[in-house]
């Protein structure tokens, strides 16, 4: 009998958590203009169970914006950059 072992190849932190991350930091500017405050009063006003997933990620980020004032014009450098390299495929 032979015996396999299987070996979990991602990282734990997973891309997908990466790509999660991404989207929302898209989301933020482009439909809250930067601004957590309002998403985070969007997801208290009309919420749905799903949004609650994203209020650790928001808390997250308005800490980091308070300890960097330059986080949220680098996000949007970061995307700004991203969208117009693949605008072109």
Known sequence: MTMIEGIEWLPRWSW?????????VQI??????????????????SGTLEDQADVPF????KE???ADP???GDMRRIVREFMERVSRF
């Open 70 to 72: 330059d986080v949220l």
């Open 28 to 45: 933020l500017l482009t439909v809250f203009d930067g601004d957590p405050d309002k998403w985070l009063a969007m997801i208290r006003a």
């Open 16 to 24: 997908f958590g990466v790509a999660e991350d991404f989207a929302r």
């Open 64 to 66: 980091r914006m308070n």
């Open 58 to 61: 928001l808390l997250d980020l």
